[in-house]
């Protein structure tokens, strides 16, 4: 049997791997050079953790720590740093606590001596929550490593998906996947993140609006010593666009460091974009439609995701129709 996977970002990627842990034959087309950030999945770090209002979430989130497990265990690598996750929210029930508490996930509450004790400033009234299991992947490493022995051809844009010898096609797009299927919600957008010194490795941080979903966020990097953005922020745009950093973002991040982290210094040493693909309801598209099974949209959460993604993707892949 033959797949194809069209697009090498980290769902692509995963679901290569778990096509070829099952002795599959299967080639990656991806339309860009090897390491670009035009899509996606480049960068050094992402924020993993299993805090989720929703348990549903959690239990996905729990799924693939497993798979991270393995594939930290095949290729040799470190690809996870967990180093704790911090939500801060004006009130408790606007945390992932419920979640977390229904899927017996170890968290507390902190103090707020206790907060800045690990790096952030609560306004006054906020809570704290800590996730110990919560942290980062290494996003360059972690595609590297699920792609290792894989047939990916850089450079292999893909515009008929017919056209590919291939008994099924996994299109893994990103981005791009409505240039195949105009008909899925999707909304693509530019967002901006920035770069900031910190000296000490902090733990991720995420505030939370009222509706229980991600405002700003920040988490290790390992180069500049931090990376802060502001989530579901950009504007619409279309993915073959070379966008630039959104300045307005950049001064809303820094200021937003400056008033919550302390052990940061507040000037923005580098600002990059990355390319949100998201549904109404911010989950994942995991269809098949005859020889062709779908794999989008991350929704701006998805990294932490890709070992049970993959796992869904081929299995549509390898389902009898």
């Avoid at 809570?127 to 450079?155: C, K, M, N, T, W």
Wanted: proline share 5%; with cysteine.
């Amino acid at each position: 049997m033959k797949v194809a996977v069209v697009g090498a970002g980290i769902m692509g990627a995963a679901t290569a791997w778990q096509l070829a842990r099952r002795g599959i034959d299967v080639v990656v087309h991806e339309q860009f050079e090897e390491g670009h950030a035009r899509g996606s999945s480049h960068g050094r770090s992402r924020i993993v953790r299993l805090a989720y209002p929703e348990p549903e979430w959690v239990r996905l989130a729990a799924e693939a720590r497993e798979g991270w497990a393995e594939l930290e265990q095949e290729s040799g690598m470190r690809l996870l740093e967990l180093n704790g996750l911090i939500e801060i929210a004006s009130r408790r029930e606007h945390t992932s606590a419920a979640g977390l508490e229904a899927e017996g996930v170890e968290h507390s509450f902190l103090t707020p001596d206790e907060a800045r004790e690990l790096g952030v400033v609560l306004p006054e009234g906020w809570v704290a929550l800590h996730e110990p299991s919560g942290g980062i992947g290494l996003a360059d490493e972690a595609r590297q490593a699920f792609l290792d022995g894989i047939d990916v051809r850089y450079g292999s844009r893909v515009d008929d998906l017919d056209a590919l010898d291939a008994d099924v096609v996994v299109v893994t797009a990103g981005s791009w996947v409505g240039r195949f299927f105009p008909d899925l919600p999707l909304k693509v957008t530019r967002e901006t993140v920035a770069f900031f010194r910190q000296e000490t490795v902090p733990p991720s941080i995420v505030e939370m609006h009222e509706n229980r979903a991600h405002a700003m966020f920040s988490l290790h990097d390992p180069v500049y010593g931090l990376k802060v953005g502001a989530h579901h922020a950009g504007i619409e745009t279309d993915p073959d666009d070379v966008g630039e950093p959104d300045a307005a973002l950049v001064e809303r991040i820094a200021a937003w460091v400056a008033a919550r982290l302390p052990n940061a210094d507040p000037t923005p040493l580098l600002a990059e974009t990355c390319l949100y693909t998201t549904t109404p309801d911010e989950r994942f598209i995991l269809e098949r439609r005859g020889r062709i099974v779908i794999g989008s949209a991350c929704s701006g959460h998805g990294f932490k995701f890709a070992p049970a993604v993959g796992k869904r993707l081929a299995d549509l892949a390898l389902t009898t129709t």
